[in-house]
């Protein structure tokens, strides 16, 4: 059996490494910002939970923030575009490749990118 995508990253650590790394980008990108209401709120928290969870790891978003229905209704209304959801995509990229995480790692990595971004454009409108 193939080791979870949690495991294959490193963890809880490298993934925060990796949530960093990305908001890094988004926050300071002209086309995202605007999706997010308070840019000061700890985004990379959040997505640690979130990644955490969605790759095989301990049920921490879940735990701490109620789960898939509360990131679903975080992206309501947001009106989120084709062109943004691939700028998502390829900022997500981009820190995957910063923080080191492995060709195997990003192979797999692909379809939860392709999907989750599809699935909060469509939830969005």
């Known amino acids: 059996m193939d ?4 495991t294959l990253a490193g963890g809880e650590r490298q993934l925060h490494r ?10 300071v990108d002209p086309l995202l910002r605007p999706l997010f209401r308070d840019p000061a709120e700890d985004h990379a928290e959040r997505l640690t939970l979130w990644l955490s ?44 490749a910063e923080v080191g995480l492995s060709d195997e790692f990003m192979r797999r990595f692909r379809p939860y990118l392709d999907g989750g971004s599809t699935f909060a454009l469509r939830v969005s409108h």
Do not use: K, N
């Open 3 to 6: 080791e979870s995508l949690y």
């Open 18 to 27: 990796l949530a960093e790394a990305f908001y890094e980008r988004v926050l």
């Open 53 to 96: 969870e969605l790759l095989g790891g301990p049920a921490l978003h879940t735990e701490a923030r109620g789960g898939f229905a509360v990131m679903a209704a975080a992206h309501h209304r947001l009106g989120i575009t084709e062109e943004q959801r691939q700028r998502w995509v390829d900022h997500m990229r981009a820190a995957c």
